[in-house]
């Protein structure tokens, strides 16, 4: 917030060299303009930087979010795609930029659980970062590759029941990251042994599960419905309260007996932590309205990512709520070790 100072009365000598006014009021607006740092905000380009390869939700959401900047309010927003680390590598980049606001990094849920999963970051996500907005937020599908013998979650879980422990496979996005909290939750949940398989992106994974490469996986729904659609692949079941729009033939899974399953993924942007308010501010209000562009919301919802924006407070309180209510996370520190490559 800007305060202006409160106005002087003239002084005699001001009042007899009018000659000096142009330079007092030159003066003031320099010293106006440096308490203002969003007044000539970007002052470059804007770098959203996305900790996965093309191709996923995340990067489809970056891309439309700089498209709009740039028609709406003729920013020059360059998306860039910086992967490893289960996103560590990005978001390290982003706290050691300079602290303007001309990078910004896209998380999703993994920003709140890399801190309980790995303890030894090179970041402190409450102290290195200034949340911008929320952006989105995505279901969870089990799908599988046709040749599996399932065709809803009562056949999966008795296919998987009747296996041998560490048999099956499922392949998420990343070592430790939100889709693998999310296999590891379901087979705790209904008392299997599953093999987690790490990839780089969510295209990645649904390349691999298509070619049968890999046979299942719960992931965020994302670029799956097409394939199921087509008959490439099989969705079993969905999380959430309601069946999707893009799949609505499949049920969730409470609707199968399985309600205490139940997790979805956000997506959000963030600065750097010494970003003045005001450059937070303004972003947060362009980026709000870029999300509630009638298109924007059809776009996104068509890959299953729903808009929400919000207050930069509202996004922070939502980060520290998940990281806090992730159930028995210290215990899951050795998945980040017991990946297969």
Same mark, same amino acid.
């Given at each position: 917030e800007i305060r202006m100072r !409160?106005?002087?009365?003239f002084s005699r000598r001001a009042m007899i060299a009018p000659a000096s006014a142009p330079a007092l009021a030159l003066a003031s607006g320099v010293t106006f303009a440096q308490q203002d740092p969003a007044a000539g905000f970007p002052s470059k380009p804007i770098h959203i930087v996305v900790p996965f390869v093309p191709g996923g939700g995340s990067d489809s959401a970056a891309r439309l979010i700089a498209t709009k900047l740039t028609e709406t309010y003729g920013w020059q927003v360059v998306v860039e795609n910086r992967t490893g680390g289960n996103t560590?590598?990005?978001? !390290?980049?982003?706290?050691?930029?300079?602290?303007?606001g001309h990078m910004l990094?896209?998380?999703n849920s993994t920003f709140a659980i890399n801190p309980v999963l790995l303890p030894n970051l090179p970041y402190d996500t409450n102290k290195d970062f200034a949340p911008v907005t929320t952006v989105a937020v995505t279901p969870f599908a089990m799908v599988v590759h046709p040749s599996v013998p399932a065709n809803n979650l009562k056949?999966?879980?008795?296919?998987l029941k009747a296996s041998k422990p560490g048999e099956w496979n499922f392949a998420t996005v990343g070592s430790s990251g939100i889709g693998r909290i999310a296999g590891e939750l379901f087979a705790q949940t209904a008392g299997l042994q599953l093999q987690h398989v790490p990839y780089k992106g969510a295209a990645q994974v649904t390349q691999e599960m298509v070619a049968g490469v890999v046979k299942f996986t719960i992931d965020p729904v994302g670029t799956y419905p097409p394939h199921v659609r087509t008959g490439k692949l099989k969705a079993l079941a969905v999380t959430g309260k309601n069946r999707l729009a893009s799949l609505p033939e499949v049920p969730t899974f409470a609707e199968q007996g399985m309600p205490e399953f139940d997790l979805s993924m956000w997506f959000g942007l963030l600065a750097n932590g010494g970003t003045p308010r005001p450059v937070v501010d303004k972003l947060n209000a362009a980026i709000n309205a870029v999300l509630a562009m009638p298109d924007v919301k059809q776009r996104l919802a068509a890959i299953e990512m729903y808009t929400l924006g919000s207050t930069p407070e509202g996004f922070q309180a939502h980060i520290t709520a998940e990281s806090q209510s992730f159930p028995n996370g210290k215990s899951y520190?050795?998945?980040a070790q017991t990946s297969v490559c």
């Open positions: !409160q106005a002087a009365p560590v590598i990005a978001t !390290q980049q982003v706290a050691k930029s300079p602290p303007d990094l896209l998380a056949e999966m879980l008795a296919i520190a050795k998945w």
